[in-house]
C-alpha cells in the first residue's frame, strides 16, 4: 500500500529509493514523461555516476565523488533544479553510499518516494536475468524478453531473503522520517489512477502524456522466465509461497 505524510507545498527536490529491479528505474521514466520533472539516474552507483541514458565511470571522478557525496548531492541539486523543472530528483539505491542516506534523514525538505516489491520471486529473477546479460532497461522488444533463467531454488532462495530482509528493516526507518514521503509497492504503479496520484503527491498538475517507455523484459508470470521451472515450482510450493508463481500485474 502506498503511505504519504500530508504537506501543503511538497519540495522541489525529490529522491527516489529502492532496491534493484523494484521498479525505481520504470517511476524514473515515468515521471521524466511528465514535462515540469527532471528525474536523473544512480547518482551514487558504486561504479559510475548514471545519469539518463548515459553515465560517468570515470575513476577519478567516481572517486572525487565518494570523498564528498553530500557536497555531490547538493551540487547536482543545486545544478539541476533550474526553472525548466517544476520538480527535481535522482535515484539512490539501498546500500550505494550510507552518508548520503544520512544527508537524507536529515533533511526533511527532500520528498521521498520509496518503492519496494512483494512478489521476490520476479524481483529476484528479474535481477539474474539483468545481471548475466547486463541489460537493466529496454525500449524495444527483442529475442532477450524472450530466453530463460538458468537459476536454482537455492541461488534464488539467498537473494530473496537478502531482498526481503533489505526492505523489511528499511521501511520502519522510511515511515519514520519526518519528510513528505510515499511507499509505492510495484503493481501500484501499473493501476489507472497511479499517475494521478503521483503527480498529486509531487503537487504538479497531471500530465496525459506520461508514458515509460521501457518494456516489461521478462515474463509476467515469474515461473515462466525459468529453463527448468519444476525446482522453483516446487520449492515455492512447499515453502508457501506459491502466490508469486502466478501473474504478477
Known sequence: MSSALSMPDPGRRFVIMGLPRSGTTY?????????????????????????????????????????????????????????RAARTGFKFMIGHNVRVLDAIAARPDLTLIYVHRINKLAQVSSLIKARKARRWAQSRADRHIEDKIVAGPLQISQLWHEFETYDRLFS?????????????????????????????FLGIAPD?????????????????????????????????????LDAEL
Open 27 to 83: 517511476l524514473m521514466t515515468l515521471l521524466n514523461a511528465h514535462h515540469a520533472v527532471f528525474c536523473s539516474g544512480e547518482q551514487f552507483n558504486p561504479r559510475a555516476i548514471v545519469g539518463i541514458g548515459k553515465k560517468n565511470d570515470d575513476r577519478s571522478t567516481v572517486f572525487d565523488r565518494d570523498s564528498d557525496p553530500v557536497a555531490f548531492m547538493d551540487r547536482f541539486f543545486e545544478t539541476q533544479a533550474t526553472d
Open 172 to 200: 520502519p526507518w522510511f515511515e519514520a522520517l519526518p519528510h513528505r514521503r510515499m511507499a509505492v509497492e510495484y503493481c501500484e504503479m501499473f493501476v489507472p489512477d497511479f499517475n494521478a496520484r503521483l503527480c498529486d
Open 208 to 244: 496525459p502524456k506520461m508514458k515509460s517507455p521501457l518494456l516489461k523484459q521478462s515474463a509476467n508470470r515469474p515461473l515462466e522466465r525459468f529453463e527448468k521451472p519444476e525446482p522453483i515450482r516446487r520449492y515455492f510450493t512447499r515453502i508457501g509461497r506459491a502466490d508469486w
